[in-house]
């Protein structure tokens, strides 16, 4: 089954809520970056939210990130997005091992451990909206949670999850966000909030072989759950040779100098894809005389 998202109502529009299968972008995921499991679960949750994340977007141009700074042992997680929920990401330490938690399962909050949740979305303003928040449990799902209650005064449900194979590549992953409109009454929070106690897992409904709408159906179907669209959603990344020597000719003269005199070609590696582009002598002094362009022109 391909990846996509479901975006749904409930409840004659109190409800808003999303739910995706995101097994085939994770599992991409934990093969570019060699991720180990416990990381595969923790980037993968993020990921998974990061693409829901951006279909909420309602600009086409818009563009969503999500960063964890954090003292656990991956140091750091960041996730992209745009609105058509092409999604990538990246972890600081890729193949951090933990033991299983107190439940038997991958310890994602040990590997987290305790810091910051920024989203930062770029809408085409002047100034992009960051929001922060601090982590709860690092578990990403709750963490999202808060942020959502706190930075965005919306009570949300989020449930992400991803479970692995013996070979350790992606058996399930998937997730849902469900949120609640200002004017939702009390009858639809409670019975919503009933039915989020006794649900299973996210990974163990898909696992059952249910899709995303089965899953939006098993939270909602008793609060008249419509299904408005559906659309895909996949690991991308939009990095080239172009965006590359624009970055580096944002550093600067003086850098792109010092690449220079040291005399060698210089190897520069996408962090959400791994390709690599490789700029030579030549190639660095046309960056350095744009460089010079551009800083005169400021």
């Known amino acids: 089954m391909k990846d996509y998202i479901v975006r749904a109502t409930a409840a004659n529009a109190q409800i808003r809520a999303f739910a995706i299968n995101s097994r085939e972008l994770v599992e991409q995921a934990r093969s570019i970056h060699a991720l180990s499991p416990v990381i595969t679960a923790a980037l993968g949750r993020l990921l998974t939210a990061g693409a829901m994340m951006g279909s909420m977007l309602k600009g086409e141009k818009d563009a969503l990130t999500l960063q964890i700074h954090c003292d656990g042992p991956v140091r750091g997680l960041a996730v992209t997005a745009d609105a058509r929920a092409n999604v990538k990401g990246a972890a600081l330490e890729p193949q951090v091992m933990l033991p299983p938690n107190a439940l038997g399962k991958?310890?994602?909050?040990?590997?987290?451990?305790?810091?910051?949740?920024?989203?930062?979305?770029?809408?085409?303003?002047?100034?992009?909206?960051?929001?922060?928040?601090?982590?709860q449990t690092g578990e990403i799902a709750e963490d999202l949670t808060y942020y959502f209650a706190t930075s965005e005064q919306v009570p949300s449900a989020v449930g992400l999850g991803v479970l692995m194979e013996k070979d350790n590549t992606v058996r399930q992953a998937g997730g849902f966000i469900i949120q609640l409109m200002p004017f939702a009454d009390d009858e639809t929070i409670n019975a919503l909030e009933e039915k989020l106690k006794t649900m299973d897992s996210v990974t163990t409904i898909l696992d059952d072989g249910n899709s995303p709408e089965q899953l939006l159906e098993l939270l909602l179907g008793d609060l008249k759950l419509e299904i408005n669209d559906t659309i895909?959603?996949?690991?991308?990344?939009?990095?080239?040779?172009?965006?590359?020597?624009?970055?580096?000719?944002?550093?600067?003269?003086?850098?792109?100098?010092?690449?220079?005199?040291?005399?060698?070609?210089?190897?520069?590696?996408?962090?959400?894809?791994?390709?690599?582009?490789?700029?030579?002598?030549?190639?660095?002094?046309?960056?350095?005389?744009?460089?010079?362009?551009?800083?005169?022109?400021?």
Do not use: W
Request: hydrophobic share 35%; proline share 3%; charged share 30%.
């Open 106 to 135: 991958l310890d994602v909050g040990g590997a987290v451990g305790n810091g910051i949740l920024s989203v930062i979305k770029d809408m085409g303003l002047k100034e992009p909206y960051v929001g922060q928040t601090q982590l």
């Open 232 to 298: 895909p959603a996949q690991y991308y990344c939009d990095c080239s040779r172009e965006r590359v020597e624009r970055a580096m000719i944002s550093i600067g003269k003086k850098d792109i100098q010092e690449m220079i005199d040291a005399d060698k070609p210089v190897e520069v590696r996408c962090q959400f894809c791994d390709k690599i582009y490789n700029f030579e002598i030549d190639d660095l002094r046309q960056m350095l005389g744009s460089a010079a362009a551009k800083s005169s022109s400021q």
